[in-house]
T-cell receptor, first 116, second 114 residues
Framework: ETGVTQTPRHLVMGMTNKKSLKCEQH?????MYWYKQSAKKPLELMFV???????ENNSVPSRFSPECPNSSHLFLHLHTLQPEDSALYLC???????????????FGPGTRLTVL | DQQVKQNSPSLSVQEGRISILNCDYT??????FLWYKKYPAEGPTFLIS?????DKNEDGRFTVFLNKSAKHLSLHIVPSQPGDSAVYFC?????????????FGKGTMLLVSP
């Protein structure tokens, strides 16, 4: 595997379910990100992890719970979601975010989530 | 309030012609701008970027122009090819923010017809 991978690619869940999204990067990067893209909206940053420490939580509801056990893996745990949470969830990684904006982010293919 | 705006949801261009994708921003603190390209069922991939100290950056067929006074940037693709058909996202950030948090536009879908 190369680059940034995400599983599952598609997920349908009920509002009472608990599920997790997984992201893995094979690039040796130190930072990982979760983004949400809702229909007809821009990508919105949800969480940033830098060297496994959460450095940004962009006012995300607690029904989304991130976990970063190491620099290569990132999870997004989902519970009691709402239909409006249906969206494309994208993971990204970058080498060293302390390097500022020139630190290019590499994206995974995303998980298309539908909440019924 | 959207800080990065791509007002054209879609653009159609003939192969060989120039494609011009536009982006406007409102936050004067943004000093670094990027374009990402996204094919269906794939994540966005970095295409080209420009720092606010420049007004033009070129990479092969792709050129990005920045007009700071107008808070406007554009991506030019010359000549356009059918493989360029994708969604193009404009993104912006502040380089002194400590880490690279990007603010994205909604994207413009480019269709290049043979």
């Amino acid at each position: 595997e190369t680059g940034v991978t995400q599983t599952p690619r598609h997920l349908v869940m009920g509002m009472t379910n608990k599920k997790s999204l997984k992201c893995e990067q094979h690039l040796g990067h130190n930072a990982m990100y979760w983004y949400k893209q809702s229909a007809k909206k821009p990508l919105e940053l949800m969480f940033v992890y830098n060297f496994k420490e959460q450095t940004e939580n962009n006012s995300v509801p607690s029904r989304f719970s991130p976990e970063c056990p190491n620099s290569s893996h990132l999870f997004l745990h989902l519970h009691t979601l709402q239909p409006e949470d249906s969206a494309l969830y994208l993971c990204a990684s970058s080498q060293d975010p302390s390097g500022g904006a020139t630190d290019t982010q590499y994206f995974g293919p995303g998980t298309r989530l539908t909440v019924l | 309030d959207q800080q990065v705006k791509q007002n054209s949801p879609s653009l159609s261009v003939q192969e060989g012609r120039i494609s011009i994708l536009n982006c406007d921003y409102t936050n004067s603190m943004f000093d670094y701008f990027l374009w990402y390209k996204k094919y269906p069922a794939e994540g966005p991939t970095f295409l080209i970027s420009i720092s606010s100290i420049k007004d033009k950056n070129e990479d092969g067929r792709f050129t990005v122009f920045l007009n700071k006074s107008a808070k406007h940037l554009s991506l030019h693709i010359v000549p356009s090819q059918p493989g360029d058909s994708a969604v193009y996202f404009c993104a912006a950030t502040q380089t002194n923010s400590g880490y690279s948090t990007l603010t994205f536009g909604k994207g413009t879908m480019l269709l290049v017809s043979p």
